[in-house]
């Protein structure tokens, strides 16, 4: 099966690989490009050098396209996204933004641009300014989220664009890439499922709480400052979502007892004062298994209920 995404990426399978900041980096990524999807090493606010040698090493593990996500509220966004120029990276994608001051200039070096929107307006502007896809993502997913679901958000994101639509936020098996099918996207982004693969770097004890999480162990935090950040529950998140909603935590205090906490969590394992970010549907996700694994099995589950052969 080809459609436009797998023509725009150069993949076999229509799924990126989530941009998951701290975490996905040039093994994950390469893994997942390796096995026919795109993967993404995340410029989260990672430092140019990092991100250099990341995309270096990326290359030195796959001879697949792979892309690169720019996190807009980092400081060094202008820097990453000129590096992506440089390095002739194949696909950016970007989050927690507006990319529009960017477009011209990835696409004047043939990258391939898809921004990762929460809302229909925010769609239209990245279509307008020449983005060749977006990703509609959903409240499911981890990390920093917008308001709407996957299955609201998507049907209407493909009803107001022309160009082809990616859906995330709780995709991570077979009936998820089906569902979003019959909602008109064309492909899929994944997350929380790539956390428990084999390839994925993270310390074995943020593995073992997305394996062990049930559907309820999960929790939005942040909303008091304005960038709501979905977690898994711990005693840190908990503590961080009490103190919000009974107002002991102040904006200034959130902040600082956050900061560094995401290498806290993917580094460290440290779950006194790490932010697991992850999915709604970690409650899925039971097994660790290779990325390959991963994604042939979600591909041949959608393909039996749609019917297509991928
Ligand atoms: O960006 C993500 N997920 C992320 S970024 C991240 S790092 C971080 N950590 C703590 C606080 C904040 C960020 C962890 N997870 N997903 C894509 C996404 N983009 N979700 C929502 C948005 C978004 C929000 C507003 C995109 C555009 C936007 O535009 C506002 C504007 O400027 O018009």
Not at 175 to 204: H, K, W, Y
Not at 271 to 297: H, Q, R, Y
């Amino acid at each position: 099966m080809t459609n436009r995404i797998t023509e725009l990426l150069g993949t076999k399978y229509p799924i990126i690989q989530g941009g998951m900041a701290w975490v996905a980096e040039s093994t994950l990524a390469s893994a997942v490009s390796n096995a026919g999807g795109l993967g993404l090493i995340a410029g989260g606010s990672a430092p140019i050098d990092y991100l250099r040698d990341q995309i270096r090493r990326c290359k030195e593990l796959t001879d697949k396209p792979f892309g690169v996500n720019i996190m807009l509220m980092s400081p060094n966004a202008e820097d990453l996204a000129q590096l992506c120029i440089d390095e002739r990276v194949n696909v950016v994608t970007t989050g927690a933004g507006n990319p529009g001051k960017f477009i011209p200039a990835w696409k004047e070096a043939g990258i391939k641009v898809i921004p990762v929107i929460p809302s229909v307006a925010l769609a239209k502007r990245m279509e307008r300014a020449g983005a060749d896809a977006v990703v509609a993502e959903g409240t499911e997913s981890g990390g920093h989220i917008g308001e709407n679901t996957t299955m609201c958000l998507v049907p209407q994101v493909v009803d107001a664009l022309e160009i082809p639509v990616i859906a995330a936020g709780g995709i991570a098996d077979g009936r998820g890439i089906a569902a979003s099918f019959m909602l008109g996207a064309e492909g899929v982004q994944v997350g929380t499922r790539f956390l428990a693969s084999d390839e994925c770097q993270i310390n074995p004890v943020y593995k073992q709480l997305v394996i062990d999480a049930k559907d309820t162990d999960n929790v939005v935090t942040g909303r008091t400052t304005g960038h709501p950040c979905r977690n898994l529950k711990t005693k840190f998140s908990k503590m961080l979502a009490s103190g919000e909603k009974d107002g002991t935590l102040t904006p200034e205090k959130f902040e600082e007892i956050t900061l560094g906490s995401l290498r806290k969590a993917v580094q460290d394992g440290n779950t006194d004062e790490g932010s697991f970010l992850c999915g709604l549907i970690a409650g899925m996700v039971n097994e660790v298994k290779p990325c390959s694994d991963i994604i042939n099995e979600m591909f041949a589950q959608a393909g039996k209920l749609l019917n297509i052969d991928f």
